[in-house]
């Protein structure tokens, strides 16, 4: 057996900061020590002055497969994800048709069997008549269950409090929520129909505004509490919301939150340049908000960085306003802008790797990932921190062609990619090896 041997590499690890070797064995960690010799089997990689960190976890991002494969794909977002340093990810239900089902599920498992280069994980989503199906969820198997409350179209709209005391009563596994309000959003639009005003890209943090977002998201807190739910609040982009969660570390919480690299990026003083290309839900907002995410991220109000990943095409984001769909494509460069954070001393190495691979990890009971332990599955990404990154439209590795950060130089570069052993990035296009497993998890 080939193993693979990382020489001087400075490894970020449960807040430590050390330089040492690592080697991998098969899909595992096999030693990590201050010198470790050669041997003849060794594929020796010199990485002295690079960063080595175990592979972001990402729990929120949309593929489009099943049924939406013109904006992406599992084949196509998973080889950006790996070249973006994403090992792991978790998909959200709101293809076509919906994964509403444990047969549309088992689908998508069987599609990322075939085709994904990052380890997987599916959420079930929630409707207004599928509780049935959500108590069969297997809490080792399944990641959790996604919640739109309130701000949804079709069946995965979940509004009924009945409906929601219930799910939130009898879930076996995690409730993720999208949040929020349905009523608040139709009367800011409301505000804007009866003023005779077409509503442009500028306007969309005004309807879908800070007391839509506190509104739902108290709501779901409210209800995860009476319960006794475990519960993660997805996306928060408001100062307003983070009142609803405790500070301190992921362990042993019962109520977790999540801010997306989007948000911690753009403010509203970037629709003018780039329009419907930022256009999302939740809405990015102000910089006083995108502020104060970040120090959330300090204190441990918020726990976990993710994506939320969702491309569309760019003939897609070109139309008018209101008739433009929400979501943008990240994973390739979710975490060089968060390496970015830290050059500018907005977060540390440390905090980076907490908030994208251990308190997934934790959160989600993501069995041996997320660490550099020997033992673990070798889910790794190798860093040049003073490389240089320039990101386009024509450089990216999306299904959709284009990025919101094109023209921008990150300031680290992203060297080699492992998913369970195997390097499947090394600066050059990744490969199709089938070496992607479905993650397992321990609650």
Known sequence: MRTTLIKNATLFNEGAEYVADLRISGQRIEQISREIPANANDDVIEAGGCWLLPGMIDDQVHFREPGMTHKGTIA?????????????????????????TL???????????????????????ATEDNLEQIKRLDPSLHCGVKVFMGASTGDLLVEAP??????????PVLIVTHCESGPVIKHNLDDYQRAGIIPEITDHPIIRAHEACYASSSYAVGLAKRYGSQLHVLHITTAQELNLFEAG???????????????????DEDYPALGNLIK????????RDRNALIQALHTGQIDIIATDHAPHTWEEKNRSYMQAPAGLPLVEHALL??????????????QVVEKTAHNPALRYGVVERGFLREGYFADLVLINPEGRTKASHASCRYHCDWTPFDGYTFSSQILSTWVNGTRVFDGHPPGSQPVAMALNFSH
């Open 280 to 287: 999302c839900n939740p809405s990015i907002k102000t910089s």
């Open 337 to 350: 802008s968060l390496l970015d954070h830290v050059h500018q001393q907005r977060f540390t190495v440390a």
């Open 162 to 171: 009945q409906t929601l005391e219930s799910l939130f009563r009898e879930s």
């Open 103 to 125: 047969s549309a599920l088992a689908h998508k498992y069987a599609l990322a069997k075939q085709s994904s280069v990052a380890n997987y994980a599916f959420y079930l989503g």
């Open 249 to 267: 570390p992921v362990t042993g919480k019962s109520i977790t939150a999540e801010a997306c690299v989007h948000h911690l990026w753009f403010s």
């Open 76 to 100: 196509s977002e998973s080889r950006a994800a790996v070249a973006g340093g994403i090992t792991s990810f978790m998909e959200m239900p709101n293809v076509t048709p919906s994964t509403t």
